[in-house]
């Protein structure tokens, strides 16, 4: 079976060049390629659902910490409890990350450069990256690092990838800032997850 780690360590080194160059990862026409074959011809019902897919983000992140300090509370058990503040502590580490890069890099948003690209929701910050899709995979992450099962690995991934999708199909994301967003928030969780357990090795 493959570990998280080693899904992890290729995303951090990702992260770096990316830093470098931030638009490395696409052309910029084979990125808005990309975004204009998933963001036209939709109907209304599917954009309906990646609105919702887009507006989970928030409710999720917070609520599924919330959930796991409540057990660990309820259970009297430290170390889920534990699980929960390292599970918003990643959230909110990917966060800051994700709104320092949008501020350094200041990208324009996709139908704001393109006339073609249909603007189906609101969207305030620059483009680069994309924040929804950060904090679902940083949430999606820690929640596989804390429970590596596969019932638990494989929706917390598939929601975050939808969540991900949502942000191109509404056209305020390139596919790069999708990607890169995807980076930051696992490389968040499995930074957060380490130093959790540097600290527990040094208690």
Not at 24 to 35: E, K, P
Request: aromatic letters at 12%.
């Amino acid at each position: 079976m493959i570990s998280f780690k080693k899904i992890c360590q290729p995303l951090i080194l990702t992260i770096a060049i990316s830093n470098l160059n931030p638009f490395s990862c696409f052309s910029q026409n084979a990125d808005i390629d990309l975004l204009h074959s998933v963001n036209s011809g939709n109907s209304a019902s599917w954009d309906n659902t990646n609105k919702f897919l887009s507006e989970s983000v928030t409710p999720v992140s917070i609520t599924v910490p919330s959930i796991v300090f409540l057990y660990g509370i309820i259970k009297h058990d430290s170390l889920v409890v534990r699980n929960s503040l390292v599970m918003a502590a990643g959230s909110l580490t990917a966060s800051i990350i994700t709104t320092g890069m949008k501020y350094s890099f200041n990208r324009v948003r996709p139908f704001e450069t393109y006339s073609f690209i249909i603007k189906k929701s609101d969207a305030g910050s620059p483009s680069f990256p994309s924040g929804h899709t950060s904090s679902a995979f940083a949430t999606a992450a820690l929640l596989a690092l804390a429970y590596p099962k596969w019932y638990i690995i494989a929706p917390s991934f598939l929601w975050a990838s939808a969540v991900g999708y949502s942000r191109m199909e509404l056209g305020v994301h390139y596919p790069s800032d999708v990607l890169v967003g995807a980076i930051v928030g696992t490389g968040s969780a499995w930074l957060m997850w380490k130093i959790n357990k540097w600290m527990s090795k040094k208690n």
